[in-house]
């Protein structure tokens, strides 16, 4: 719109010039008004391009400058992920919410060295602002999805999750109290008003009582990822190292003891998650059902004793999707479910054989 703006005046008074040429001097020679024309639009046009040029140079290294943008957790399939890979994810956010909090408040200072702010400034101030704003927020999903899934599993390592989840609380409500400046400033410099001294003073005292937070609150991310990864393979010795408090004395019993392990494990499945009741009876039933297979299994039956200790592992691990696939393939390995299976002999509290699970932990906390 300017540039046709622009154009319109220079026609006009070009237009003009040739008017009052061909009236005052009718002798004159007439000059060549298409030439001068065109030669004006070229140097618009020249002049517009170097404008941009300068614009897209500062966009793009304002971009290479930023940390990468986060995955948008809305399309993560939660009930897919082991435990492991989700708390990477959670650790992933926050480092990248850490990243972009340092760009935000390293953006901020600079802005407000010299006391003056300008819009350039604030505009890239709100850029950092967003990403790590959207980091934060991944990062708290991720934990709710963890909390649901998990946390029944691995409360061992809760205390340190919890105390992460706070630290981020703390880095949200510093960038809150960033964006509510910069509104103020943007009002501000919208209205051609510089900034008072308060407004920039305000932005420095945030900026400096929150850095400090930064590097906690990325120690104490690292610390909880440690102290998981030791967790799992704790449960998974733990439950492993059960022996059997009784074995299968025939083939149907042991066939009984199997289909119970099944029925038991595809119930706790059910809603997503184990808890450590559920593992402790499942580590069990797991000794029961590998004793009995490896007895009187046979040929067709024998080797399925270490897939259930691999199931079992796999589960104490809280690679859940891997173990609802090894229990399917083990299911299925074991055939048809004979008629009439015996109870198993195995004392596990409001639990029914082949009722697809129907199991109350009640009080088997250990």
């Given amino acids: 719109m300017k540039t046709l703006i622009t ?42 391009y170097a404008v941009q040029a300068t614009i897209d140079a500062s966009v793009a290294a304002t971009a290479a400058a930023m ?84 946390a029944e599993l691995a409360y061992e390592t809760l205390d340190l999750l919890i105390a992460l989840e706070e630290d981020l609380s703390t880095i949200a409500n510093s960038l809150d109290e960033i964006y509510t400046v910069l509104e103020v400033a943007s009002t501000s410099l919208a209205q051609g008003v510089e900034l008072a001294d308060d407004t920039i003073n305000q932005i420095n005292t945030t900026v400096n009582n929150a850095t400090a937070q930064l590097a906690e609150t990325q120690a104490q991310s690292q610390q909880w990822v440690s102290a998981l990864a030791q967790d799992r393979e704790t449960r998974a010795q733990n439950v492993l190292s059960v022996a059997p408090d009784s074995v299968p ?17 595809n119930g706790a499945l059910g809603d997503q998650k184990i808890t450590r009741e559920e ?62 299976l015996p109870a198993p002999n195995i004392n596990i509290p409001n ?6 699970g129907n199991f109350s932990p009640g009080g088997l906390r250990p």
């Fill in 7 to 48: 154009l319109l005046i220079i026609l006009s008074t070009l237009s003009a010039a040739s008017l009052a040429c061909s009236f005052s001097s009718p002798s004159a020679e007439t000059p060549n008004a298409q030439a001068t024309i065109d030669a004006a639009i070229a140097a618009t046009a020249t002049a517009q």
């Fill in 67 to 150: 940390p990468p943008t986060p995955t948008a957790g809305a399309t993560v399939e939660y009930v897919t992920l082991t435990e492991e890979e989700l708390a990477a994810l959670i650790d992933q956010a926050v480092q990248e919410a850490v990243a972009a909090s340092e760009q935000t408040y390293a953006a901020s200072s600079q802005a407000t060295s010299d006391n003056y702010v300008t819009q350039e400034e604030l505009d890239a101030i709100y850029d950092y602002y967003y990403l790590a704003d959207e980091a934060a927020q991944l990062a708290e999903a991720y934990i709710e999805a963890y909390y649901g899934l998990y």
């Fill in 249 to 265: 004395t025939d083939k149907l019993s042991m066939l009984s003891s199997a289909f119970t392990y099944v029925d038991f494990l």
């Fill in 279 to 340: 593992l402790t009876v499942l580590a069990q039933l797991a000794a029961n059902a590998s004793a009995g297979l490896s007895a009187f299994g046979g040929p067709q039956l024998q080797g399925l004793s270490s897939k259930v200790t691999e199931i079992t592992s796999l589960v104490a691990r809280g690679q859940m999707p891997q173990a609802r696939e090894g229990l399917r393939s083990f299911e299925s390995a074991l055939g048809q479910r004979p008629a009439g």
């Fill in 351 to 356: 639990f029914q054989p082949g009722s697809g």
